[in-house]
């Protein structure tokens, strides 16, 4: 049985042609390349074999992988993916390919940062290889020790002239067909190591790190401890912990007791996933040993989009053949041929060499070495315990040619194993170090601009001139100043307290203000025209910066104001700004990145906004060591996000003195910028008619782990109540719902529980890979849906045709952050539109310490959903998963449903409290001349409720007499059968206050809220 992968044919052979200019600046003569490069003082011309990788590989940016977790039908798996029997195979001709390898920026010279680039919406596409297997390793530390098992250890001595070690382990010495697999554990107990059932786990590791740790490593894994290493032509291995010498160390362990085949892998290996129809690391390795045929080694990739190129060096895990190596290797010093030496043990690319070094051995036979293809395995790489050697400073860089004294102590073929694979390696280091120059000089002479402006499909607007000429004898803020006090705003385009707000700016003394205005009074509108204002006083050379809690809100706020800059706000000054002066800076792929603002040159010629979230403000004013006079002003947008940031900026900024204007609904406690240049509360804009009010809930019982549990699986009974009153949307599942939940795995949890009674819904958070466009949809959707969130959607999010919440999340009134959590929470149901009530549903405790003190000062006179109203309504639970919904009137079903034995209990009680200054809503059918009213049975069903049960319905009486428009069907049925009563209640002013008092004591007494 033998694996046929795929053969890629390569697009251009070498030609044995006459010499000839290589476009990489290479000369090549017949089989080989002329290179020269410096080494030590001197100038070293070598030759290089024809096949060194001259086409540009791509260059490794970044060691982030992608992860992608599937769901395969094992029945379409079989036992092996691509095993087939050799004899019903036609033979095939052996394709070599020029070895090639990208080397990580980090080994180069540093991490070098992407310029803006346009997303690819073809790219994203991309779909994930379903895996029929995952296998996860374990650390070290977290195997079970047994003291008894260490005790019973048995220790082989291997004591050669190039090498002295002990082998350690409950087992027999292994036998030539032992499945072996070596782990380079550099990482000590941190190690992630395999756990098998059959196959054998070597911890690899030097004498003395197994003395330290021998009693913490479990019996279940044997160990191979260096005490040295040498030979005639590499020299002394003194540093035993490097990779080079555990790689080393396994080779000649694995010759002397002639392994056929082993495995050898990194410890920072987090799982593998594979095809295969059964599971386990023995089954792994074996898959691995089959895909061998004539290849001396075989890897796998990491779980990436990226595709394998024909002859790419692989890194991390090797499945070694050496069965096959035997045929070449006649002793074991010659192991040493696939290594550097001792003197070059610590230069960068010691796997690669050992790889280069089995292409040169195989000798046109085989590529010598492969990385397998995706569809049947690859591997994760754990977070946690990456980029040790990187942290060790060491750069790539070419080993040069082998001491020829050193080169005759080796076997002829062991020596041409050593020039080529030198040569070939060399070459690549070569070709990465000038694709990285020449990246770097890219993004140093880049017009950032023009290419953030090309990356974000944006117009071009660079014909735009000054709005007025700069006064160079005024600084900044007094030019700045100066302009906003003499500018007369759009009052189509701006509110009255916007344009209020705005012209405080130009009255402050103070360097640090802060503009607090309530959520969803267009904040964003105010510090959009401010920041265009700056820009025409700015000199060249200068920036306005603006500051956002994270990424999405750095997009978020550039589409806004790129919207906005295409307005004309004033009648004598056009303050739009060209647009590619706008510009996004973090992670983003279309954005800048710190690194490239600060490596560029074009930049400190030009003017910008720059729109930064707190995470690469944090880095640009570390690498610029706060010193910022090309910056004169700062904005910070929902700066009690990013306190500390906002507090460095003030207190660090010493000799640039920016000014600095926060805004925010709700400032820190602590607050660096104590002076409030301008204040717009929720109650005013309510008052005003800006902001929509809102009604709040309780649960009727306190926050607690178990109560979300009960809230989740209630969340479609729940959405089933009454809206207090938004146009046509009678129940809270017929509108757009946002529902706050304390963490990711509740969001997951309630997502399947919506899903299953049929209710559109969103899960909003970070494990959501798709959270964006899903919430862009939500947005742009006029039907109902439900947002599940935790942390996101508490600002930015800006639909004012969200209705409700539901707060899963808990706060307590003395703390602040947690105030200002729920405040920001509440503010996406008050974007004004139309007659709109903004409602709220959270815990008894969440409503009473935080949210009622919240909306106590607004004060609005609207019709209120008698439907709502009457909700009052008692949720019973039984094993919390089966509900049963109640009118808390309903004696008869209390009784019932609440025996002795149901297993049914009250889990939420809602009873709508009266409201202050709301009123009845009016039948929309009613005109104001007629003067009779035919009523509905509704209504006479209503107002028979009414009549029976009138302290149990507090609520409509309450609101009743307050009513100020024509009267509706149900009013009028209340006054039919109620005779004088209606009278009575309209002439009775305390009337509201007696009922809710009545209400309560009966409470009280009965036990219920």
Not at 93 to 103: L, R, T
Request: glycine content about 4%; proline content about 5%; charged content about 25%.
């Amino acid at each position: 049985m033998s694996y046929h992968g795929p053969h890629l044919q390569h697009p251009n052979k070498n030609s044995h042609d006459d010499a000839k200019e290589n476009k990489n600046g290479f000369s090549s003569f017949g089989k080989t390349f002329a290179i020269t490069y410096t080494y030590g003082d001197e100038a070293v011309e070598q030759e290089l074999p024809q096949l060194v990788d001259l086409s540009p590989p791509e260059l490794v940016h970044s060691d982030e992988e992608q992860e992608h977790d599937s769901e395969p039908n094992l029945e379409e798996v079989p036992e092996y993916v691509a095993i087939s029997d050799e004899s019903s195979q036609p033979e095939e001709k052996v394709e070599i390919y020029p070895p090639c390898a990208g080397i990580d920026a980090k080994y180069l010279g540093g991490a070098l940062p992407s310029l803006p680039e346009p997303i690819n919406d073809s790219a994203s596409g991309y779909s994930p290889i379903k895996y029929a297997q995952l296998f996860e390793l374990t650390t070290l530390d977290s195997i079970p020790v047994s003291k008894a098992q260490i005790s019973k250890r048995q220790c082989i001595k291997l004591t050669h002239s190039c090498c002295e070690m002990q082998f350690y382990s409950l087992r027999d010495r292994p036998g030539p067909n032992e499945k072996m697999t070596f782990i380079i554990a550099g990482r000590k107990l941190k190690a992630l190591v395999p756990q098998s059932d059959g196959a054998r786990c070597v911890l690899v590791m030097p004498h003395e790190d197994y003395e330290k740790l021998k009693e913490q490593i479990p019996g279940s894994m044997d160990i191979l401890a260096i005490k040295s290493l040498k030979s005639p032509s590499h020299g002394n291995f003194t540093k035993l912990s490097l990779a080079v010498s555990r790689r080393l160390a396994t080779f000649l362990f694995a010759y002397h007791f002639k392994l056929s085949k082993f495995l050898m892998i990194d410890d920072n290996i987090k799982a593998v996933k594979f095809n295969a129809r059964n599971g386990g690391w023995d089954r792994f390795y074996q898959l691995l040993e089959n895909q061998l045929d004539d290849l001396l080694c075989v890897s796998i990739r990491t779980d990436s989009y990226k595709e394998s190129r024909a002859g790419e060096l692989g890194s991390k895990m090797f499945m070694i053949n050496l069965e096959k190596m035997r045929e070449k290797i006649l002793c074991i010093k010659d192991i040493f041929a696939l290594f550097p030496e001792a003197a070059k043990a610590h230069y960068w690319g010691e796997d690669d060499l050992m790889q280069l070094a089995m292409y040169s051995m195989a000798h046109q036979d085989s590529q010598g070495y492969q990385i397998l293809d995706k569809g049947i395995a690859c591997l994760i790489r754990s977070k946690m315990v990456r980029n040790l050697f990187a942290q060790s400073g060491v750069q790539a860089q070419p080993f040069g040619p082998m001491n020829e004294a050193s080169l005759q102590k080796l076997t002829p073929e062991a020596r041409r194993w050593v020039e080529e694979s030198r040569s070939l390696l060399d070459g690549i280091i070569l070709s990465n170090i000038r694709r990285y120059e020449k990246r770097k000089r890219a993004i140093e002479r880049a017009d950032l601009q023009a290419k953030h402006a090309i990356a974000n499909r944006v117009q071009l607007l660079d014909s735009l001139e000054s709005a007025v000429e700069i006064d160079d004898e005024l600084d900044f803020i007094d030019r700045y100043q100066t302009m906003i006090e003499s500018l007369e705003f759009d009052e189509t385009i701006f509110r009255p307290y916007q344009i209020e707000g705005m012209k405080s700016i130009a009255n402050i003394t103070d360097n640090n203000v802060r503009l607090v205005l309530a959520t969803a009074a267009g904040k964003t509108f105010m510090q959009c025209e401010l920041m265009r204002i700056a820009y025409h006083r700015a000199k060249r050379g200068e920036h306005i910066i603006v500051v956002t809690p994270h990424i999405d809100l750095v997009n978020q706020f550039y589409d806004d104001f790129i919207r906005f800059n295409e307005k004309v706000t004033t009648d004598d000054v056009d303050l739009r700004v060209p647009n590619e002066a706008i510009i996004k800076v973090c992670s983003h792929k279309q954005s800048c990145h710190v690194k490239a603002l600060l490596m560029n040159e074009s930049i400190s010629h030009q003017t910008s906004i720059l729109i930064f979230c707190s995470d690469s403000l944090d880095k640009f004013l570390e690498e610029s060591e706060y010193s910022l006079p090309h910056v004169p002003i700062i904005f910070a947008d929902e700066y009690h996000y990013y306190t500390s940031t906002v507090d460095k900026i003030v207190n660090e900024l010493v000799d640039s003195e920016p000014l600095v204007i926060g805004s925010s609904a709700t400032p820190p406690k602590n607050d660096p910028l104590s002076t409030t240049a301008f204040r717009y509360t929720r109650a005013q804009g309510v008052l005003d008619g800006y902001l929509a009010p809102v009604i709040a809930d309780s649960l009727g019982v306190n926050y607690s782990k178990e109560n979300v549990q009960l809230l989740i699986t209630c969340l479609p009974k729940l959405l089933e109540r009454y809206h207090p009153g938004f146009t046509n949307h009678s129940r809270l599942k017929n509108a757009k719902v946002i529902v706050y939940l304390p963490s990711i795995p509740d969001c997951q949890k309630a997502q399947s529980v919506l899903e299953q009674s049929h209710i559109r819904c969103y899960s909003i958070h970070s494990k959501n890979k798709k959270h964006k466009s899903e919430l862009e949809e939500f947005l742009n959707s006029n039907g109902s849906g439900v947002i599940l969130a935790v942390k996101m959607c508490k600002i930015g999010t800006n639909d004012p045709r969200i209705a409700g919440e539901i707060i899963g999340q808990n706060a307590k009134e003395k703390d602040h952050a947690s105030r200002s959590n729920i405040e920001q929470m509440i503010g996406r149901a008050m974007r004004k539109l139309e007659d709109k009530i903004g409602y709220v549903l959270c815990f008894d405790n969440v409503l009473r310490e935080v949210v009622s003190p919240m909306l106590a000062s607004q004060k609005v006179t609207l019709p209120v959903s008698a439907e709502y109203l009457m909700q009052e309504t008692f949720y019973y639970t039984k094993d919390k998963i089966h509900w049963f919904v109640g009118d808390n009137d309903d004696m008869e079903l209390k009784t019932r449903i609440l025996t002795p034995g149901s297993g049914y209990k009250i889990a939420f009680k809602i009873v709508p409290k009266p409201i202050r200054n709301f009123h009845i809503e009016s039948h929309p059918d009613i005109e104001e001349s007629e003067a009779e009213v035919e009523l509905s049975e509704n209504d006479k069903e209503d107002a028979l409720r009414l009549a029976l049960f009138g302290v149990n319905s507090g609520q409509l009486f309450s609101a009743y007499p307050k009513s100020k428009r024509k009267r509706s069907g149900l009013s009028v049925c209340i006054d039919a059968m109620t005779g004088d009563l209606s009278k009575w209640l309209q002439e009775e002013a305390e009337l509201p206050i007696r009922l809710n008092s009545q209400t309560t004591q009966k409470s009280k007494k009965s036990g219920i809220r």
